[in-house]
């Protein structure tokens, strides 16, 4: 089993409508929680990082994380054309390790 | 703010060739970790480095290998190139170490890795 699973997608949307994207994980010492954002022939760029169960908030954008299920989400409201990206997830555990284990990643598209 | 600077953005390279990709952090940030991405595997983590000092290693054969220089610049190199070595490869910074705390959500805190816009190897 993977220590990060993401279903890959591709996921396709109209204009306006809610996203929601799910990583799953398996390794309990993962304590910081984040969703980047990658578009074609760019490197990932951070969108929400959180470090504790609950929801976290920025503009658009809603990271969910429940640690009980080992479970993370990030919602997109209204969602627009520009949000058309690869979405990943990424985590990392406590101390030291500045290691990220990321998630495959979802191809999200935005259509107008 | 300058951001995270890898060269070359592209090359190609042919089975059994080496190369050295390049990657100036953001100035202040002096740890430097290299990722790799495949379609197939997703990211996956290369090694990082921290003041000259390689600091953790992900599960990569020895011909790929790191280093980091006084002004936290880094190479990356991999020898004797073969067909699955063809990737994105992706450099980010963070000042990962430099704050005790870490746990601060802040887009520039401690735990949150920059990203460059990657060097894209392709072997023939």
């Known amino acids: 089993q993977k220590e990060v699973e993401q279903d890959p997608g591709p996921l396709s949307v109209p204009e306006g409508a809610i996203v929601s994207l799910n990583c799953t994980y398996s390794?309990?010492?993962?304590?910081?929680f984040m969703w980047y954002r990658q578009y074609s022939r760019k490197g990932p760029e951070l969108l929400m990082y959180t470090y504790s169960s609950g929801n976290k908030e920025d503009g658009r954008f809603t990271a969910q994380v429940d640690k009980s299920s080992k479970y993370i989400s990030l919602f997109i409201r209204d969602s627009q054309p520009s949000d058309s990206a690869t979405y990943l997830c990424a985590m990392k555990s406590g101390g030291s390790n500045y290691k990220l284990t990321f998630g495959k990643g979802t191809l999200l598209t935005v259509n107008p | 703010k300058a951001g995270v600077t890898q060269t070359p953005r592209y090359l190609i390279k042919t089975r059994g060739q080496q190369v050295t990709l390049s990657c100036s952090p953001i100035?202040?940030?002096?740890?430097v970790s290299w990722y790799q991405q495949t379609p197939g595997q997703g990211l996956q983590f290369l090694f990082e480095y921290f003041s000259e000092t390689q600091r953790n290693k992900g599960n990569f054969p020895g011909r790929f290998s790191g280093r980091q220089f006084s002004n936290s610049r880094s190479e990356m190199n991999v020898s004797t190139l073969e067909l699955g070595d063809s990737a994105l490869y992706l450099c980010a910074s963070s000042l990962a170490g430099q704050n005790a705390g870490g746990t601060r959500g802040s887009r520039y805190g401690a735990n949150v890795l920059t990203f460059g816009a990657g060097s894209r190897l392709t072997v023939l």
């Open positions: 100035s202040g940030h002096r740890s």
């Open positions: 390794n309990s010492a993962f304590q910081y």
